[in-house]
T-cell receptor
Framework: AQSVAQPEDQVNVAEGNPLTVKCTYS??????LFWYVQYPNRGLQFLLK??????LVKGSYGFEAEFNKSQTSFHLKKPSALVSDSALYFC??????????FGDGTTLTVKP | ETGVTQTPRHLVMGMTNKKSLKCEQH?????MYWYKQSAKKPLELMFV???????ENNSVPSRFSPECPNSSHLFLHLHTLQPEDSALYLC??????????FGPGTRLTVL
């Protein structure tokens, strides 16, 4: 079973609107959860992570994510989207055994 | 710049060639990774090294051969590849289970 799932291949939002990119994880051990962004022809860049502590995690470029244990979710959010946020977003998870798993990615398009 | 460098950035090779991809990090990380990224499968983990020891081989064909001489350098040796191996090959490093830092990737085309 996939450790991390991103149910949407594509998310489209208008500039200035809030955005959400969804991620759910399978329950096994303590989840270390991450979000990465990939711009065209570039490697992935780390955005934010949840290890322990506050469920709301703030990261780079105004992004945040909420760890929801009951729903096993870690959705990425931003209150006001920018055209420059258009990119490919990956949710990822590490386990205590040191195994990393990435979701299939979600392409975010922000239209002016 | 993330502190992880990859060379070459682009590589075109024939199916009978032998080539190597290089990855380098001086971030003090103990773990290094190779990923394959293609249109078919967005991000596939290939190999993981932790303190120079291979800890994961994700059923990768033997035509891909990794080498990790020290914690700062990682190689991927390629021989007799197939056209379907054409992809972006990404290297990453991390400190334990923390976030991974990715290089810019090598765009590989196999003719």
């Amino acid at each position: 079973a996939q450790s991390v799932a991103q149910p949407e291949d594509q998310v489209n939002v208008a500039e200035g609107n809030p955005l959400t990119v969804k991620c759910t994880y399978s329950v096994s051990g303590n989840p270390y959860l991450f979000w990465y962004v990939q711009y065209p022809n570039r490697g992935l860049q780390f955005l934010l992570k949840y290890i322990t502590g506050d469920n709301l995690v703030k990261g780079s470029y105004g992004f945040e994510a909420e760890f929801n244990k009951s729903q096993t979710s870690f959705h990425l959010k931003k209150p006001s989207a920018l055209v420059s946020d258009s990119a490919l977003y990956f949710c990822a998870r590490s386990t205590n055994a040191g195994k990393s798993t990435f979701g299939d990615g979600t392409t975010l398009t922000v239209k002016p | 710049e993330t502190g992880v460098t990859q060379t070459p950035r682009h590589l075109v090779m024939g199916m009978t060639n032998k080539k190597s991809l290089k990855c380098e990090q001086h971030l003090g990380h103990n773990a290094m990774y190779w990923y394959k990224q293609s249109a078919k499968k967005p991000l596939e983990l290939m190999f993981v090294y932790n303190f120079k020891e291979q800890t994961e081989n994700n059923s990768v064909p033997s035509r891909f051969s990794p080498e990790c001489p020290n914690s700062s350098h990682l190689f991927l040796h390629l021989h007799t590849l197939q056209p379907e191996d054409s992809a972006l090959y990404l290297c990453a490093s991390s400190l334990e289970l923390n976030e991974q830092f990715f290089g810019p990737g090598t765009r590989l085309t196999v003719l």
